[in-house]
């Protein structure tokens, strides 16, 4: 009895925490600005991941443009 219940317990034990189920809900509180109060918007890990990965991609777009200056003539 108890080396199953040690079996199952280390089994569950033994998830990887890197990867969350991608079917999970998880909620987050955002601020939002002009009041004090929060927000919480639940979605699953996979959709938390592709909002970040849209993010970072974005980001990532926006440091690689070229920049173009215009300099006054004399």
């Known amino acids: 009895m ?5 079996a ?6 033994s998830d990887d925490p890197a990867k969350p189920d991608p079917q999970k809900r998880v909620c987050k509180q955002q601020k939002q600005t002009g009041t004090r109060f929060t927000k919480t918007t639940c979605r699953t890990s996979a959709e938390w ?3 970040a990965e849209a993010a970072r991609k974005t980001a990532a777009e926006s ?6 200056s215009i300099e006054k003539g004399s």
């Open 8 to 13: 199952l317990f280390a089994a569950g034990i």
């Open 63 to 68: 440091f690689n443009k070229p920049v173009i």
């Open 2 to 6: 108890i080396l199953t219940t040690m």
């Open 49 to 51: 991941e592709a909002i």
